[in-house]
């Protein structure tokens, strides 16, 4: 794509916001496109069913999950995070920015999610089970009526160590990919793009994963993956950029969500707007849970996306309706940012054409904000995320600050004193203590 032929697309306003992309300072889009959430969902290819058969999919692993991994055993095997409000860090976003925050601050831990310590707990996790239980079942090994722990025997891993598993990552996804595909048996390879962490690498060889490593970006990284399985039927491609499967897993997080919700009495309606703000890399992760949140809360609900300014590719992807068709290099932004899991040049077209419609904006956020914002929470709430998961929470902060612009288009602002925002935490528990204190030091 040529930077004439993009801007040709655009109308006043978008070019404007383009202008400043290219200079990598922070923007807000709302979504000219979106639409009623009935309407916007129509087009979709998949559907509340569809969700709660991921769901159900993973009830039958539950068993299975916990007798493997202990540290679900609390929860029964099944992989959950908290929801948690968080007062001492909504004051102080309104002493460092010196603005109103009107509405509730609650942080969506996936950060602290069990087995791999990121967002990519759910979607990850869920696609290699999704593998695992078709290769059993066509085999005749296993009924979806059974007891799922049988899968922990020696007999089944055996089976699976016939297989293998490929991805391509920039970290965070490889991690729980590898974790989960060693556990049940087989064998796995992780292309690692040039900004996963070595810490990542270790501990990804440490559990005999295959890591290759490569000098360019995540794009790279997937294709030499996708590569790697073309060549060998018994090798399974995990399609971060096109999978309907992980898709569906990182969807299950809203009936969970709407559980939660209902447990801490926060109600959702037409006068208590739900905002929420998510870190934004391919889409997969955040493009599936804001499918199942409009699913589940319609209209109540608006979600935004967090990219980083030197990776603003979503957004990008988007504004223009070029998806996967864009990149941001495209515009001279080179996508290289200390949010190793947000450092992804090229959107998801499969995603962006799901959420065109239902999604209300994003933004974008310089890595240095990411740092003040990770030592503030440390401090406040004594909550550890690794950069890339801090994206979300300046969103209600920004959301303000456009409250005389765009913002008057959506019927949000008078209900905002009575909004529950929710900023999606999608990684950091699993990072090595020298490492969270350097970050801690770099703001
Ligand atoms: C992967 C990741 C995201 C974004 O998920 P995508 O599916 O790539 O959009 C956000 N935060 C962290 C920490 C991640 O690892």
Request: aromatic fraction near 8%; hydrophobic fraction near 40%; include cysteine.
């Amino acid at each position: 794509m040529t930077l004439s032929n993009i801007e040709s697309l655009l109308d006043a306003e978008s070019l404007v916001l383009l202008e400043k992309m290219k200079l990598l300072e922070e923007v807000f889009w709302f979504n000219p496109g979106i639409q009623t959430t009935h309407n916007g969902l129509k087009g979709s290819p998949f559907t509340l069913e569809d969700v709660q058969d991921a769901d159900e999919r993973l009830k039958r692993f539950a068993p299975y999950i916990a007798k493997v991994f202990p540290e679900t055993k609390l929860s029964n095997g099944i992989i959950e995070s908290n929801l948690k409000k968080i007062p001492a860090m909504k004051q102080k976003l309104v002493e460092i920015y010196n603005q109103a925050f009107l509405g509730d601050l609650w942080l969506k831990c996936d950060s602290h999610l069990p087995i791999a310590g990121s967002i990519k707990a759910r979607g990850g996790i869920y696609e290699v089970l999704k593998y695992a239980e078709d290769l059993a079942i066509e085999q005749k090994l296993l009924t979806p009526k059974d007891d799922y722990s049988i899968l922990a025997s020696e007999e089944f891993r055996r089976f699976f160590t016939q297989y293998t598993i490929v991805v391509g990552s920039t970290g965070n996804l490889g991690l729980s990919i590898g974790i989960m595909s060693a556990k049940l048996g087989f064998k796995v390879s992780v292309h690692m793009s040039a900004d996963a962490k070595q810490w990542k690498k270790d501990l990804l060889r440490s559990k005999g994963v295959r890591v290759i490593e490569y000098e360019a970006d995540y794009s790279k990284a997937v294709e030499e993956g996708r590569k790697q399985a073309e060549s060998d039927p018994l090798c399974y491609f995990v399609d971060d950029e096109n999978s309907p499967h992980l898709f569906l897993g990182y969807a299950v997080a809203a009936l969970r969500l709407q559980k939660q919700l209902k447990e801490l009495g926060i109600k959702v309606d037409e006068n208590h707007p739900l905002l929420v703000y998510l870190p934004c890399g391919v889409g997969g992760a955040p493009g599936g849970i804001t499918f199942g949140l409009k699913l589940i809360f319609q209209d109540h609900v608006h979600c935004f996306f967090a990219e980083p300014t030197h990776s603003p590719c979503m957004l990008l992807g988007l504004m223009t309706g070029l998806h996967e068709k864009i990149s941001v290099q495209d515009i001279g932004v080179d996508n290289i940012t200390a949010a190793d899991g947000l450092a992804v040049g090229r959107p998801s077209g499969f995603v962006g054409k799901i959420i065109q419609p239902i999604l209300s904006g994003a933004y974008t956020v310089r890595d240095q904000e990411l740092f003040t914002l990770l030592k503030n929470l440390v401090d406040t709430e004594e909550i550890k995320l690794e950069p890339s998961s801090l994206a979300g929470m300046i969103g209600p902060i920004r959301i303000w600050q456009e409250r005389n612009g765009n913002l008057r288009k959506y019927p949000l602002i008078e209900k905002i004193n009575h909004a529950s925002h929710i900023v999606w935490a999608t990684g950091g528990s699993m990072v090595p203590d020298e490492i969270m204190e350097h970050y801690y030091k770099n703001r």
